[in-house]
C-alpha cells in the first residue's frame, strides 16, 4: 500500500548517515543497536542508532520531527557516547555499556528548547527467531496475530482483533520483545513485552507446546497458545510473468473458502499486508497472498504493467488458489484494497464463478479524479481554505495534463516554481519530473473508470471506507459506487463507512498523512464488519 494510494508521499525510514568513530577501545566490541524517541515540546524524532563496528556507526530515523544525523561516535570502556545533530543542535548522549535502558533530558544551546530522550538497547534477534514468533495466537478470549506489516517497515507486528491494537516487536533479548507504542513512532511508552516460552534456540520443544506470554503495565500477563497454521510457498505463472506467493491454511479440516490478498500501489510483496493476510487465516479462510511483478520472488515489472496486466497476474493467481488441496474451488474470493479496487472488476466480471470481493478503500473513479480528491480533501483536513484548495488542484489538474502529453512540462513547472517562491504552504509534494517513470505509468491508468466493469460483476461485494480516510475519500465514493451497479444488482453491494478510519483503516483524529506514523490501532469496527459479511454471503469456512 505504500499509503497503497499515495503515491505523493510514501511512507517509511529516512535518511541514514554514516560517522567514523573518533576514539577506538583497545578491544574490538560487537555492533551494538539503540532505538527510541527523541522529544521536543511539539514534535517526536524516533531514531535507531546502531554502532556497527569499531570503525563505523549510522543513524536512521524516521522524519517526521527534526531531522537528526550522526556526527560522532567515541566508545570507551563504560559506555558508547552519541553526538547528533539534531535539527542544527548538537546532542550528546551516553550510552552505558552495563544498561538496556537510558533516559534523560538535554538543554542544546541557550534558548533552545529541551530535548527528552529514552532509548532501548536491541537484540540482534535474527529473522529465524523472529520467523518463529509470527502466526496466530488465542486465549479464551481474544486472538492475537504476529505477521510482517511491510507498509510501516522489515519489524514483526503485533496486532490485538479485539481491541485493534497494533505496533512493532522489537527484540530485546532471546525470545523476548519490546510492543511499541505506535506503528512508527513514537516507540515509547511501550505497549508491553512479549516472551516465547520456552524461546527460541533454547529448547527443542515444539512449537504447539509454547506460548506467547504478553505483559502490559498494570495488568496480569496473559497467555496465548499458537493456532497451527499452515504455511506453503509457491510459484504461478501468467504469460511469461513468474509469480511467487504464499499460502495460509488450517492444518486440519474440510475443504475451505479461500481468498486472494491482491495489492495497492507501489512495491509491495507478500509481507506488505501481513495483518490483514492473517486475520482472514485466523477466520478460517485459506489465504494466498504473492509478491506483487517486479517485488520480492517475481518476476516483471509493475512499472511497466497496466491495470489489464496486473488483473491477469491476479486471476491467474485466483485459478492457482482453487487448485490447491485445502480449498472449495467454489468459494474463492478476492481482498482489494485501494488501488486493488481498480483491479478487482476486471477480475470479477470475468469469472462468473468468484464468490466475493472485499474493497478496501477502493475508488469508484479514474485515478486522474481520486487524485484531485486526495489533494482536496487532504489540505481540507489540514484547514486550508478554499482558494489556497483550489490553486493545488488547479496545479494537480495542469500536472495531469501534462501527463496525458497535452500542455508542457515547462508550463506546469513555472507554475510550480512561482508557487514555491511566493512560500504556498499547499503545496504537498515535489514537482513530478518530465520524464519520470511515474508519468509514464501513470499515463497509462490515470483515465480508467472501474464503473463500467462494475456493472458487469454479478459476485457480492463488500466496499469499505473510512471517514479520515483523505486519499479514497468516503465522499463521494461510497456515494458513487452503487451507481455503478444496475438497479436489479445493486443488492449484490454492501458499503460500509467507519468512523474515524484512515486509508489503512487505522484509527485516527484527523486522517491527514503526517498522523499515520502515530497510530497505534486499527479500528476494530473493520475487523467485525468483514467478519460479519462474510458469515452472512459465503458459508463460514470455520
Known amino acids: 500500500m505504500s499509503l497503497w494510494l499515495s503515491i505523493l508521499m510514501p511512507m517509511g525510514i529516512g535518511a541514514s548517515i554514516g560517522a567514523s568513530l573518533s576514539e577506538q577501545p583497545s578491544t574490538p566490541r560487537a555492533p551494538e543497536v539503540w532505538l ?60 552505558p555499556s552495563g544498561r538496556d535502558t537510558v533516559q534523560g533530558d538535554l538543554a542544546p544551546g541557550e534558548g533552545a528548547p529541551a530535548v527528552r530522550f529514552e532509548l532501548r538497547r536491541l ?26 506489516f511491510g507498509e510501516f517497515g522489515k519489524a ?28 512508527v513512532s513514537p516507540v515509547f511508552p511501550e505497549r508491553g513485552r512479549v516472551v516465547l516460552s520456552p524461546a527460541t534456540g533454547r529448547t ?77 487465516a485466523a477466520q478460517g479462510y ?18 511497466a504493467a497496466t491495470f489489464g496486466d496486473l488483473a491477469a497476474d491476479a486471476a491467474s493467481a485466483v485459478r492457482t488458489l482453487r487448485r490447491q488441496p485445502e480449498v472449495d474451488s467454489r468459494r474463492v474470493g478476492l481482498w482489494a484494497p485501494s488501488q486493488g479496487g481498480w483491479i478487482a472488476p476486471l477480475i470479477a466480471k470475468g469469472d462468473a ?30 484547514g486550508f481554505e478554499a482558494p489556497e484548495i483550489e490553486k493545488a488542484a488547479s496545479l494537480q489538474r495542469l500536472s495531469d495534463e501534462v501527463t496525458r502529453e497535452r500542455r508542457p512540462w515547462t508550463e506546469y513547472k513555472a507554475r510550480y516554481d512561482e508557487a514555491v517562491a511566493a512560500g504556498a504552504e499547499w503545496i504537498i509534494a515535489p514537482a513530478e519530473e518530465e520524464g ?28 469499505l471506507f473510512g471517514d479520515r480516510d483523505w486519499i ?25 463507512v467507519l468512523p474515524n478510519a484512515n486509508h489503512l483503516m487505522l484509527h485516527a483524529a484527523k486522517g491527514v498523512l503526517a498522523e499515520y506514523p502515530s497510530c497505534d490501532r486499527f479500528e476494530p469496527a473493520y475487523f467485525d464488519a468483514i467478519h460479519s459479511w462474510l458469515d452472512q454471503h459465503v458459508s463460514s469456512p470455520r
Open 123 to 148: 537484540a540482534g534477534g535474527g529473522r529465524e527467531e523472529s520467523e518463529s514468533l509470527e502466526g496466530i495466537y488465542e486465549d479464551a478470549s481474544s486472538v492475537l496475530l504476529v505477521s510482517r
Open 204 to 280: 527443542s520443544a515444539a512449537p504447539g507446546k509454547r506460548r506467547l506470554q504478553l505483559s502490559r503495565a498494570g495488568a496480569p500477563t496473559r497467555s496465548y497458545r499458537p493456532r497451527p497454521l499452515l504455511r506453503r510457498a509457491l510459484r504461478f505463472e501468467n504469460e511469461g510473468i513468474a509469480l511467487a506467493g504464499t499460502v495460509l491454511a488450517p492444518v486440519r479440516g474440510r475443504a475451505r473458502a479461500g481468498i486472494v490478498m491482491l495489492h495497492g500501489s507501489n512495491d509491495e510483496d507478500r509481507d506488505h499486508i501481513g495483518p490483514f493476510a492473517l486475520f482472514f
Open 472 to 496: 479514497v475519500p468516503a465522499d463521494p465514493n461510497a456515494t458513487l459506487l452503487p451507481l455503478a451497479f444496475p438497479p436489479k444488482h445493486r443488492s449484490l453491494l454492501t458499503i460500509r
Open 286 to 303: 485459506v489465504v494466498l497472498a504473492y509478491d506483487k511483478r517486479g517485488c520480492g520472488e517475481s518476476s516483471g515489472d509493475w512499472k
Open 353 to 382: 464463478t468468484l464468490a466475493f470481493a472485499i474493497l478496501h478503500a477502493g475508488a469508484a473513479v479514474t485515478p486522474a479524479e481520486q487524485g484531485l480528491q486526495l489533494v482536496e480533501a487532504e489540505l481540507r483536513a489540514y
Open 156 to 183: 514483526l507486528f503485533l496486532t490485538d482483533l479485539q481491541s485493534g491494537e497494533v505496533g512493532p516487536l522489537y527484540p530485546t533479548g532471546a525470545g523476548e520483545w519490546l510492543w511499541a507504542g505506535s506503528v
Open 36 to 95: 527510541g524517541d527523541l522529544r521536543t515540546e511539539a514534535k517526536v524524532t524516533t531514531v535507531r542508532i546502531e554502532v556497527t563496528s569499531d570503525v563505523a556507526g549510522e543513524v536512521s530515523l524516521i522524519p517526521f520531527g527534526p531531522a537528526a544525523s550522526l556526527l560522532a561516535v567515541s566508545r570507551r570502556p563504560s559506555e558508547t557516547v552519541v553526538d547528533l545533530d539534531f535539527g542544527g543542535r548538537t546532542l550528546s548522549i551516553e550510552l
Open 436 to 463: 519520470s517513470w511515474f508519468r509514464r505509468f501513470f499515463r497509462g491508468i490515470m483515465d480508467f473508470d472501474p464503473r463500467p466493469h462494475w456493472a458487469k460483476v454479478r459476485c457480492p461485494v463488500l466496499a
